[in-house]
């Protein structure tokens, strides 16, 4: 069974955390393009107008996200689907993805935008570790690490960075909702509560459109 989606949703939404639950669960592959960005930057491949964009909480262009995804989509791992993580994010990011699939026959099953009011997403941005040798996210009040984690805390989860990147989200992304609603494919998810409790909700959602395909 393939299985096409996308995660739409605010710094801190829960986006990747949910993501690796979905993905282990269908056997597919996980694409962020946050992550791409970031190894990119810590191998010293990413030119520098772009890590500055990312520092200061705002989009890298258009082109440089459709090259990455192009790109990634294309390896076998992702021939019976994948799941992207904040791609797209703009109009003319999801247009370039419509286009990409059709070329290949392919297109999206669903598009899972996750609710969070804006004042829990400041905490969860702020609060967020990951594991740097696993990939795991924790958060120190939700999920707190192990004592032997070797913890990172983002370059761009700093109190005025994650204000900058939440005022992009709505400014960026305030006609993206709108284009998959009228595609059809949009499912909006309540993405306050448990982890356990989201991820029932997502998988809910999943289940039951590919139960209609
Ligand atoms: P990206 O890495 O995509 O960041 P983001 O979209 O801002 O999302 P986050 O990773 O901050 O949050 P998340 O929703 O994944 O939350 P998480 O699961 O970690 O992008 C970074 C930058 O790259 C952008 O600013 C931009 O510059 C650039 N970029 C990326 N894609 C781009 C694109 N397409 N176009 C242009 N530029 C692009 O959870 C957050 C915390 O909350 C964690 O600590 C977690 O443990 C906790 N948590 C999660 N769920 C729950 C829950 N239910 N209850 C309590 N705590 C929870």
């Known amino acids: 069974m393939t299985l096409r989606l996308v995660?739409?949703?605010?710094?801190?939404?829960g986006k990747g955390?949910?993501?690796?639950?979905i993905c282990q669960k269908w056997k597919i592959p996980q694409i962020s393009t946050g992550d791409m960005l970031r190894e990119a930057k810590a191998n010293g491949t990413l030119p520098q107008e772009l890590v500055?964009?990312?520092?200061?909480?705002?989009?890298?262009?258009?082109?440089?996200?459709?090259?990455?995804?192009?790109?990634?989509?294309?390896?076998e791992d992702a021939a019976n689907g994948f799941l992207l993580d904040g791609f797209p994010r703009t109009v003319p990011q999801a247009e370039a993805l419509n286009k990409l699939l059709e070329s290949r026959g392919q297109k999206l099953d669903i598009v899972v935008a996750l609710d969070?009011?804006?004042?829990l997403l400041m905490e969860r941005a702020c609060l967020r570790r990951t594991d740097?040798?696993?990939?795991?996210?924790?958060?120190?009040?939700?999920?707190?690490?192990?004592?032997?984690?070797?913890?990172?805390?983002?370059a761009d989860?700093?109190?005025d960075?994650?204000?900058?990147?939440?005022?992009?989200?709505?400014?960026?992304?305030?006609?993206?909702?709108?284009?998959y609603e009228k595609a059809g494919l949009l499912k909006?998810?309540?993405g306050v509560g448990d982890v356990e409790e989201v991820t029932k909700r997502v998988v809910g959602a999943l289940e039951q459109v590919k139960r209609l395909s």
Do not use: C, W
């Not at 955390?17 to 639950?21: G, L, R, Y």
């Open 7 to 13: 995660f739409v949703g605010p710094p801190g939404a």
């Open 17 to 21: 955390t949910q993501a690796k639950v």
């Open 52 to 75: 500055q964009k990312m520092a200061s909480g705002g989009l890298v262009p258009d082109e440089a996200v459709i090259e990455l995804i192009r790109a990634r989509t294309e390896k």
């Open 116 to 119: 969070v009011p804006k004042e």
């Open 132 to 154: 740097k040798r696993t990939g795991q996210i924790y958060h120190l009040k939700y999920k707190p690490p192990p004592p032997d984690a070797d913890l990172e805390h983002r």
């Open 157 to 159: 989860d700093h109190e």
């Open 161 to 179: 960075v994650v204000r900058n990147r939440l005022d992009t989200y709505e400014k960026m992304t305030a006609d993206l909702l709108p284009f």
């Open 188 to 190: 909006r998810i309540d």
